[in-house]
């Protein structure tokens, strides 16, 4: 048997379901992936070839994974900045508090000097505030050093991420940071660490403040010296939040983010796989960003900007819109499909378009089962641009002249 025999051979035993969607000998929907859709649509003998071990050829094929890598990476370390943002503000915010704090011990101390408040109430009132901050001391570094979350079953964080009400949520790989220290949720620092530590620094400088309070020489000498610490303390703080925010405008800028939203989810090396049984579609976009309530797909595409999507690509993001629609059951208002870092198109999500795909879905299926794959065009160009075209069994070619 030729290549081109083999090629046009069937590729797996099914039938056709009540639903129009082809399923195996156990019922199950055959799977096809966005990607199968995106090389079905450009020509039936490219995607018959692609699943057929005939792997993609030129400098494109390579320029475009160096591109895709590069602004992966580029996401990650914009989110990475931005918790980097988030977390610096929120230490800021509580540190500033500390200084609040102190000012007004200080206040304190003039109204003890006055005698407005009792000596020895302040001073046993201040001595109970330091005990119960040693004691919360103690209960944070426990908290701290145990892995209580895992006990419990908890999986809490620094900061809060937003409310999401989709299932697909727990599945995103989060581009959240925690302040692990060690393994096994061992050495875990979040929300209850924080607030149990900063809580016993704010008992503490009362309960100091209250104790030598009827030393106004030395409780003023030592709130002095605290406020600059703190003030100090609190500046890197706000130093560090605004070195992050420069670098995420920064990464807005080179790699064109800012009209995508807030990008929940990038395909890297351990990026999820987003499934639709019923119709036995399958992918992992590119990114998944958040706008308003709406997940929203986004596709990055490489190579020469064309005045409009091509539908090879078009079709692929439309299978990203459906697969988000099945696991969410919201249906997105529309996907991003990306060339290069500047050229964003919104394809539109709709009745229309979803009968469309699925029955290009349909067709992979059944040619899949049935076999006959073959050219279903009569464009030298559009061969000369395949990146399978040196082995297809179908190809034209561009007449000199033409």
């Known amino acids: 048997m030729d290549a081109s025999s083999d090629l046009r051979s069937p590729l797996k035993k099914g039938t056709e379901g009540p639903n129009g969607f082809w399923v195996d000998t156990e019922g199950k929907a055959l799977n096809i992936s966005a990607s199968d859709i995106e090389r079905f649509v450009y020509c039936p003998m490219s995607w018959r070839m692609s699943v057929g071990g005939f792997s993609a050829q030129g400098e494109e094929v390579q320029r475009g994974i160096e591109e895709h890598e590069r602004m992966h990476q580029m996401v990650v370390e914009k989110v990475e900045a931005q918790n980097a943002f988030t977390r610096n503000i929120v230490i800021w915010s509580w540190w500033f508090a500390v200084v609040l704090t102190l000012a007004a011990d200080t206040a304190a101390f003039y109204f003890v000097q006055d005698g407005l408040i009792d000596t020895q109430l302040a001073t046993m009132i201040g001595q109970f505030l330091v005990l119960l901050a040693l004691v919360w001391l103690i209960l944070a570094i426990v908290l701290l050093i145990l892995p209580w979350r895992k006990w419990m079953g908890l999986n809490d964080e620094f ?16 581009l959240e940071i925690k302040w692990n220290l060690g393994e096994g949720e061992w050495f875990s620092f979040s929300r209850p660490e924080a607030l149990l530590l900063f809580s016993a620094i704010a008992l503490s400088l009362h309960g100091v403040a209250l104790t030598f309070a009827q030393n106004r020489s030395l409780a003023t000498f030592l709130l002095l010296v605290l406020a600059l610490v703190w003030t100090l303390l609190a500046t890197t703080r706000l130093q560090a939040a605004l070195s992050a925010d420069k670098r995420i405008k920064e990464k807005d800028k080179e790699g064109g983010l800012l009209e995508l939203g807030d990008i929940q989810y990038s395909d890297g090396g351990d990026a999820i796989l987003l499934e639709d049984e019923i119709t036995g579609l399958r992918g992992r976009p590119d990114q998944i960003t958040k706008i308003g309530e709406d997940l929203i797909p986004v596709e990055l595409k490489t190579g020469r900007v064309p005045n409009n999507p091509h539908k090879s690509h078009r079709f692929q993001i439309l299978a990203y819109l459906h697969l988000l629609e099945s696991l969410t059951g919201s249906p997105p208002p529309f996907g991003f499909l990306r060339y290069g870092s500047e050229t964003v198109y919104a394809i539109e999500w709709n009745q229309q378009e979803r009968e469309n795909l699925f ?44």
């Open 159 to 174: 900061m809060t991420k937003p409310n999401e009400n989709t299932g697909i949520n727990e599945d995103l790989r989060s």
């Open 359 to 402: 029955s290009v879905i349909q067709d992979i299926q059944r040619i899949s089962v049935e076999g006959g794959a073959k050219r279903d065009h009569e464009r030298p160009g559009k061969c000369e641009s395949c990146s399978r075209r040196q082995e297809c069994p179908d190809r034209l070619t561009i007449l000199e002249g033409q």
